[in-house]
Nanobody, 125 residues
């Protein structure tokens, strides 16, 4: 388990951009699968994008392909989510998550055992 803290959320107009950051406390950051999830009011927490150990592979939800980009900086123990062309339906609390289980990169929230506190992203129309 690794401690995660998100930041960078806020209010933005449709079509705008935001960059979320997730800071990790551990020294073994590169050995973890990292992912971003989001949860809107009344909905289940859903997978947004994940990146495999050491950043070798990425997997994006169809709803964000071409608009969002995940990246990592192992030296800073950080993962980022660049969000462009934001839509009102992107409004949610965004969570950083991590795991190091054998399954590897997966969209299943049940595999992730490290979670940040969440950061609110609100996109106005």
């Amino acid at each position: 388990q690794v401690q995660l803290v998100e930041s960078g959320g806020g209010l933005v107009q449709a079509g705008g951009s935001l960059r979320l950051s997730c800071a990790a406390s551990g020294r073994t950051f590169s050995s973890y699968v990292m992912a971003w999830f989001r949860q809107a009011p009344g909905k289940e927490r859903e997978f947004v994008v994940g990146i495999s150990e050491s950043g070798g592979s990425t997997y994006y939800a169809d709803s964000v392909k071409g608009r969002f980009t995940i990246s990592i900086d192992n030296a800073k123990n950080a993962v980022y989510l660049q969000m462009n062309s934001l839509k009102p339906e992107d409004t949610a609390v965004y969570y950083c998550a991590a795991h190091r289980r054998p399954l590897g990169l997966t969209p299943s929230r049940y595999q992730y055992d490290s979670w940040g506190q969440g950061t609110q992203v609100t996109v106005s129309s």
